[in-house]
T-cell receptor, first 112, second 115 residues
């Protein structure tokens, strides 16, 4: 059974640029959630995707957007990067209607 | 709205001593509660979960937690700390809202184990 994988591992971007982060869900899981973990903080829910549609969103601006593909993999896109977007971005997969989420290793984004 | 408070951002224990990490939650509906562990530069690993069955929940690596509704608490314990337990621990609560089980996390407690 393949776990949740994320790419890239690390990324450095300049303020104002755009970034795309990728996530492959655990085998059989059809729901993907994204979280932002700033340094020294707990993860914060960004949004969740199910059946290729957004299925819940946290308190993040529209410049944070996502996609889910038919194979259940997902992308997180962030436009107009700000310094405060520097964080560890975690992807978690789950089955529909399941409270149990399995996390990937994360992508460390640094905005300079 | 749901929220989680973890008391103590940093806890130090001696190897072999009791580990107690505190978590209090607020939730408008019966919650699902979780403890996750995060090792440096890694993602989150589920330690244990409460889902309205037994109030005393046993997890991996010898950890357990007790759900106390009257105290709105879900404290994590381990009888004897091991060096490998040094990590950051996050308590989380989940409610079903509009079909999504989003997790709300506390700010975390960093556990140090002193040899």
């Amino acid at each position: 059974e393949t776990g949740v994988t994320q790419s890239p591992t690390h990324l450095i971007k300049t303020r104002g640029q755009q970034v795309t982060l990728r996530c492959s869900s655990q085998s059989g899981h059809n729901t993907v959630s994204w979280y932002q973990q700033a340094l020294g903080q707990g993860p914060q829910f960004i949004f969740q995707y199910y059946r290729e549609e957004e299925n819940g969103r946290g308190n993040f601006p529209p410049r944070f957007s996502g996609l889910q593909f038919p194979n259940y993999s997902s992308e997180l896109n962030v436009n107009a990067l700000e310094l405060d977007d520097s964080a560890l971005y975690l992807c978690a997969s789950s089955l529909e209607d399941s409270y149990e989420q399995y996390f990937g290793p994360g992508t460390r984004l640094t905005v300079t | 709205a749901q929220s989680v408070t973890q008391l103590g951002s940093h806890v130090s224990v001696s190897e072999g001593a009791l580990v107690l990490l505190r978590c209090n939650y607020s939730s408008s509906v019966p919650p699902y509660l979780f403890w996750y562990v995060q090792y440096p530069n890694q993602g989150l690993q589920l330690l244990l979960k409460y889902t309205s069955a037994a109030t005393l929940v046993k997890g991996i690596n010898g950890f357990e937690a007790e759900f106390k509704k009257s105290e709105t608490s879900f404290h994590l314990t381990k009888p004897s700390a091991h060096m490998s337990d040094a990590a950051e621990y996050f308590c989380a609560v989940s409610e079903s809202g509009a079909g999504s089980y989003q997790l709300t996390f506390g700010k975390g407690t960093k556990l140090s184990v002193i040899p």
